[in-house]
């Protein structure tokens, strides 16, 4: 718990060093995008100023001014007509002028909660002018009435309207209110155990229902609710240490932004809670981990650092929508790397959803540190590895992943990480951190090095990708290699020399036709099948019998 405190105490100083050294704007504020920055950033240099124990960065007093400053030009920009549909709300981007930026209802969500955990913490600390725009508002929050919506979807929005009722319940002792944000906890916390997070691995929406909940721990003072917000968060952080891997999150997930893609940039609030891997910098949406903790269950903390044991995770999801059938997840980890993701794919918000990956622990390489493979769809732009097209199957099986998609008609793109790689004609071997890997493209392909990463592309047309990790010492010795004797050089030439002849067998050869498959048999010794026909339901088998779903757990 020390530990996590004095962690929680670097990355809001860290927040609060960077936002003092940053020069203001003619508007008052450090940059015109995302309001919710400035707020953030104020926040944190206005508690390292008011910590007498913080090495604070500048003048206590001249950086509190500043901050204070920073935050009475935010909550200005608040509609405060109480006749407005949008009363109560900000804008979000300010760009060319905050003034005339249109308003927008998704500051308050988080911001709200925020907002009032703030005041309930350094309300004593404010100055009266801001002490009385911090009250007016939280007022003009309270009477938007933004957040009474029932409980219908299970997501990040309304996770945050539930702790908006309980928050604004407590503050204005509004037993009514209060009473609806318990039932809606409640029923998200039965949600959640019985049928799993509708959005899936949602980043960096994950971590607006983290803050949400640990706003209502902290400031909300009846039992009931404190025991069901730690009940979530237990629930919540059991979930994001099953996909946990140095500071990577591991598998495939509803949407990911380029601060978490192809590399993880969104780690503040898994570096207070694991502290395994080094803050990066710049910190990108550090938003308010460097204030919030809720330490996680000790079964979680084990299970994520201590992967000395492999493990499979098997889920069943139930994402949002209506009529929308049930997705599956699977995750294989071990010590060094993690392989897996979703089974089906699916057209989500922004067409976000990162179907698939092999994942490797932030510490093991700089630049990227995960392989995938997609087909570009709607929303792609070079640079960018997101964005897929519908269709292409999957299979997935410990340490090998395996993809095919007979129709990429807008080409292929992927992402291999750095490290030593070895190019052959339709198989490449790389070995990174004591992990080794095997891929083998099917299809016109090629990798071009950069700065943080290879990036792939492929011709439009049809293409298939087998790719397997292993642990570089159990490799060597289910190979025959004599890993001892030669240097990691040399240990990768051996094993893509081994791995050639293990090349996967494919069927349809051609660009087009129904048939599509590939057969492989990992160095485990298990025999994958996966074709892609015409039918409606792909062929899936492991060691001969057609893959079971029904072993999928459901719930998180």
Known sequence: MTEMKSRLAEVRLKTAAAAWSEPLLDSGLWNHGDI?????AASALFAICCD?????????????????????????LQDGDPGSPTYGHWPLGLHPEPRLAPINPLPAELMGCLLIWFADRYGEEMGPSLAQAVDTAIDRLYGSAYYRVAQRTFGHHEAKYTAAKLLLGERYADADLREAGLHDLRLTLARVREQGMAEYGALPWFWHWVQAFVCVKDVVRDPAVQSGAAELLDALWTYRARHYLGGAWAGGRMRSLPADLPRDGNVAFDYVQFGDFALPDPLPRVEYAGFLLHVAPASARREALDRS??????????????????????????????????????????????????TLPLSAVEGANRLYFFPRGEGYSPGDPRHASDGGETLYHRGTAIALYPKAGDGIAGVLPKGEWIFRESAWFGCASGVLLAVYPFGDCKAVESASRFNCEGAPGRH????????????????????????????????????????PSWTGEGSSGDAFGVVYETLEGDRLELAATAAETPLRRLNGAALDLADYAEGI
């Not at 090495?55 to 901050?67: S, V």
């Not at 089974?343 to 067409?351: G, L, Q, S, Y």
Request: hydrophobic fraction near 40%.
């Open 464 to 503: 298939g990708f087998v790719v397997e990790a292993a642990d570089a010492a159990q490799a060597a010795k289910r190979l025959g290699i004599v890993a001892q004797s030669i240097d990691s050089k040399g240990l990768l030439r051996a094993y893509g020399d081994r791995m050639e002849g293990r090349r």
């Open 309 to 358: 044991a492999t493990a499979e995770t098997k889920r069943r999801i139930h994402p949002v929508g209506e009529a929308r059938s049930p997705l599956h997840s699977y995750l294989f980890s071990a010590s060094g790397f993690a392989v897996g993701g979703l089974i089906e794919r699916a057209a989500e918000f922004d067409n976000e959803q990162h179907r698939w990956e092999v």
């Open 52 to 76: 007498p124990e913080a090495e604070a960065p500048c003048d206590r007093q001249a950086g509190k001014e500043k901050a204070s400053g920073v935050l009475l030009t935010v909550l200005s």
């Open 36 to 40: 919710r920055n400035n707020f953030y």
